[in-house]
């Protein structure tokens, strides 16, 4: 196995949405996501920030699909 550096996401000034995890350059003004226990639980990307309650699940859902998918391939690297 060979791994290369690169360079990395807050280099870029990139941050993953704490909801889908989808990269994003968070701006002067940034979403913050509170759960229903009214705790904070950080910064959000634009697109769940316009999602609405129902779209945001909807991308939560998603995101976890898309975990499962990975967690199964690096499960499969035999590590
Ligand atoms: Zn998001």
Redesign the pocket.
């Known amino acids: 196995m060979k791994t290369q550096q690169e360079r990395t996401d807050e280099e870029l000034g990139l941050a993953p949405?704490e909801?889908?995890g989808?990269l994003f350059k968070p701006g002067s003004i940034v979403g913050m996501f509170r759960g229903d226990d009214g705790n904070l639980i950080g910064g959000?990307?634009p697109?769940?920030l316009n999602a609405g309650k129902e779209g945001v699940k909807d991308?939560i859902r998603d995101a976890i699909k898309h975990h499962e998918r990975e967690l199964q391939r690096l499960k499969g690297l035999g590590v």
């Open positions: 949405c909801l889908c989808t959000v990307c697109e769940c991308r």
